[in-house]
T-cell receptor
Framework: DTAVSQTPKYLVTQMGNDKSIKCEQN?????MYWYKQDSKKFLKIMFS???????INETVPNRFSPKSPDKAHLNLHINSLELGDSAVYFC?????????????FGQGTRLTVV | AQSVTQPDIHITVSEGASLELRCNYS??????LFWYVQSPGQGLQLLLK??????LVQGIKGFEAEFKRSQSSFNLRKPSVHWSDAAEYFC???????????FGTGTRLTIIP
């Protein structure tokens, strides 16, 4: 079974649309993340949630709204999509605290805005 | 603020040759250090990690890395590369507390026959 799964894997949409990406982890982790990887492969953290509570918000436009219905899920909703939002979005999860600090990543969602 | 520098954007090595990918970090306390690999169209897979203890850490696929505090480095090595090692390699630094992983810009590894 996939540890961190994201859907969809590919998403092509027009400018101005609203879209969501879903993420689920079955590792029992407390912390989940969204990372954005741009066309130059640079990975930058967007958000982090711990037990459904937002703990990191890295100056992301408020068109991006994460939602965590429970600690196993962290979805990303994007309003009014722009061309610059085209990227690969990775969800990740990790245990919080001394038990382990490595992050496990999903396969990514390639978002293309046309 | 924590940061990671990977000075080599692209490295080409022959199959069977040795490999060293460089990583320098900036962090005020003892860092947690990671190397991840990303194959084309795939997510990131952890190769190895350093938290404490022995500064030479072994990872999967025959990779190892050495933490050198005096040089703020965590270079990745492999004695003999295989064609399947062609991928993008990311060094990352984290710390217990703010739960944030900061990545370097990555090094693309090309293997030639």
């Amino acid at each position: 079974d996939t540890a961190v799964s994201q859907t969809p894997k590919y998403l092509v949409t027009q400018m101005g649309n609203d879209k969501s990406i879903k993420c689920e982890q079955n590792l029992g982790h407390d912390t989940m993340y969204w990372y954005k990887q741009d066309s130059k492969k640079f990975l930058k953290i967007m958000f982090s949630y711990n037990n459904k509570e937002l703990i990191i918000n890295e100056t992301v436009p408020n068109r991006f709204s994460p939602k965590s219905p429970d600690k196993a899920h962290l979805n990303l909703h994007i309003n009014s999509l722009e061309l610059g939002d085209s990227a690969v979005y990775f969800c990740a999860s990790k245990d919080r605290g001394l038990r382990g600090t490595e992050a496990f990543f999903g396969q990514g969602t390639r978002l293309t805005v046309v | 603020a924590q940061s990671v520098t990977q000075p080599d954007i692209h490295i080409t090595v022959s199959e069977g040759a040795s490999l060293e990918l460089r990583c320098n970090y900036s962090y005020g306390a003892t860092p947690y250090l990671f190397w991840y690999v990303q194959s084309p169209g795939q997510g990131l897979q952890l190769l190895l990690k350093y938290f404490s203890g022995d500064t030479l850490v072994q990872g999967i696929k025959g990779f190892e890395a050495e933490f050198k505090r005096s040089q703020s480095s965590f270079n990745l090595r492999k004695p003999s590369v295989h064609w399947s090692d062609a991928a993008e390699y990311f060094c990352a630094v984290g710390n217990f507390g703010n739960e944030k992983l900061t990545f370097g810009t990555g090094t693309r590894l090309t293997i030639i026959p």
